[in-house]
Structures are given as structure tokens and as C-alpha cells.
């Protein structure tokens, strides 16, 4: 069961870091006035945690 959540908590790990790269160019769109919708914003934020705490489950925390 545990090789199965290391798995899961592997595939997540690189979208972890487009969702991060994704939400830094929102807010920086945010700043120069070129977001078309803010709400993607909270959206991305929630996104990550959720990446997050699969991998946090995975390692038994």
C-alpha cells in the first residue's frame, strides 16, 4: 500500500511544480493587469495544496 502512495505522490510531484509555475505567472499577470480571471488564482492555491497533501499522505506524515 505504501509503494502505491509513493507512486501516486511521484506523479504528482511534477505537475507540483507546472501548478507553481502556472500560479507565479498568474500573479505576476495579476500585477501588470493582464489576468483575465483572478479567481484562478484561489483556484491554483488550492490545487497545490491538494498536491501537497498527497504527497504528504504519502510519506506517512
Known amino acids: 500500500m ?7 505522490a511521484e506523479k504528482v510531484l511534477k505537475p507540483l511544480a507546472d501548478l507553481q509555475k502556472e500560479l507565479l505567472e498568474a500573479r505576476r499577470g495579476l500585477i ?7 479567481h484562478k488564482i484561489k483556484a491554483l492555491r488550492k490545487e497545490i495544496a ?3 497533501t498527497l504527497i504528504n499522505q504519502g510519506k506517512g506524515a
Open 50 to 52: 491538494r498536491s501537497k
Open 32 to 38: 501588470e493587469g493582464t489576468l483575465q480571471n483572478p
Open 2 to 8: 505504501a509503494e502505491k502512495q509513493a507512486k501516486k
